[in-house]
């Protein structure tokens, strides 16, 4: 048996990369480790131990740290440690869920996983894909072949992926109306007898709800629930997405509110078995059907499995809880300040909100990197900030706003 150390457990580099994490975001030592990145492949390589300090000021200083005090501004939340280490033993492992054979363990703890969060949503099934754009496109993709729908209908504030996947899909879009705030309008939708209905679950501009009363009201409904899916985890949010359990199909991103690395994504359907039947293709050396977009593909449901094992759904809610608390003490500091104007009260944790009388630019400006980002709603400039991060310090994310007016 050759020996080759690169493929045993090296202890200490194990260990040096542990340290290193601890690096703070450090601009001089990632413009200067850029500067040292050959710009071809090199033929003779540096081995592992001397490659980790370039990599560790590049990809560690170089990075947005999201459980920094002041991140407020993306659906991108910070991940728990457990769940690095998780990433680590996939990476070790390897195992493809393509077959049984290369991932027995791995093909069951996504079973689980899937089986666990389902009934939240009144699913019976479904399985995880790396993005809701993933699970949006496989969504209607079955829409399709199960129920023969020709069009997709949604909200004109639905996320680019709805699009996106009525075209790959070959299927007519129609743009629906919606409110100020960008909620789906229930008076201007009708006619879904053909159509695959999309209701938006935390719209990604401004976080509200579509009515999900809608949902059952067409050959198929889908919701997309990518950001405010998790809701339904918590005993006091879960009632802001009663009605989900009458859709056809949810689409909800770990990677976002369920606190997971990136990629990671789940799609659920209410009869599993004919979405599943629909997805699948068979093939020479496939052991068991292969079901849906992805063909290899790593055990992304470990690290889900771990969190859900180790907080338990009370531990979910509590931190998805404090993030909806933060939203609202943020939501209430804008409404009480009168050089600031709030768009409306948040539903889902985004808070859409702009200084009064300053000009937009200039105000952003002087705020803290990674505290807001810009969106437009109703063709005007806001500023969003999005509750993702449980360790945020409001309290000086406000006095940074303050100091900022
Ligand atoms: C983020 C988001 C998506 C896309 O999810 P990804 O996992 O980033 O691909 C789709 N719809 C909504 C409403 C979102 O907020």
Redesign the pocket.
């Given at each position: 048996m050759p020996h080759d150390p690169s493929f045993q457990i090296a202890a200490d580099g194990l260990s040096d990369t542990i340290q290193l994490l601890a690096k703070a975001c450090d601009s001089d030592a990632f413009e200067a480790a850029l500067k040292t990145v050959p710009s071809a492949l090199p033929h003779q390589g540096q081995s592992e131990s001397t490659a980790l300090p370039l990599l560790a000021d590049l990809v560690l200083g170089g990075a947005k740290q999201l459980d920094a005090a002041l991140s407020f501004a993306h659906?991108d939340p910070p991940t728990p440690w457990l769940t690095w280490a998780m990433t680590l033993w996939n990476a070790r492992l390897n195992q493809n869920l393509l077959h049984p054979a290369t991932a027995p363990a791995a093909r069951i703890v996504e079973e689980r996983v899937v089986a666990w969060l389902a009934p939240y949503f009144g699913m019976s099934g479904g399985h995880m894909v790396?993005?809701?754009?993933?699970?949006?496109l496989t969504a209607l993709w079955a829409a399709r072949d199960v129920k023969g729908v020709t069009e997709v209908a949604a909200p004109d504030t639905?996320?680019?992926?709805?699009p996106k996947a009525a075209k790959l899909l070959g299927l007519r879009y129609r743009p629906l109306p919606t409110d100020r705030e960008g909620r789906l309008l229930p008076g201007g939708a009708t006619h879904f007898e053909q159509s695959c209905l999309v209701l938006?679950?935390?719209?990604?501009s401004t976080g509200v709800i579509d009515p999900l009363s809608l949902a059952g009201k067409a050959a198929w409904t889908h919701v997309?629930?990518?950001?405010?899916g998790p809701l339904r985890l918590s005993n006091a949010h879960a009632p802001k997405l009663e009605g989900i359990e009458r859709a056809d199909s949810v689409?909800v991103?770990a990677?976002?509110w369920l606190f997971q690395p990136?990629?990671?994504?789940l799609i659920f359907f209410k009869d599993t078995q004919a979405a599943h039947e629909a997805l699948s293709f068979g093939g020479a050396y496939l052991a068991v059907p292969n079901v849906g977009l992805l063909g290899s593909h790593g055990a992304m449901a470990v690290p889900l499995f771990a969190m859900l094992l180790a907080w338990g759904q009370e531990g979910y809610a509590e931190r998805i809880d404090r993030c909806m608390a933060v939203a609202a003490q943020f939501a209430a500091f804008v409404e009480n300040e009168p050089k600031l104007e709030l768009l409306a009260a948040p539903e889902t944790g985004v808070i859409v909100w702009r200084p009064r009388h300053i000009e937009l630019d200039a105000f952003s400006s002087r705020l803290p990197n990674g505290l807001a980002s810009r969106t437009i709603v109703a063709g005007e400039p806001w500023l969003r900030c999005v509750a993702a991060n449980p360790v945020v310090d409001i309290d000086a994310v406000i006095e940074a706003v303050r100091l900022a007016l």
């Open positions: 659906m790396p993005s809701s754009t993933v699970a949006n639905a996320h680019v992926s709805i938006v679950a935390g719209a990604t997309d629930a990518a950001w405010a689409a991103s990677h976002k990136k990629e990671s994504a």
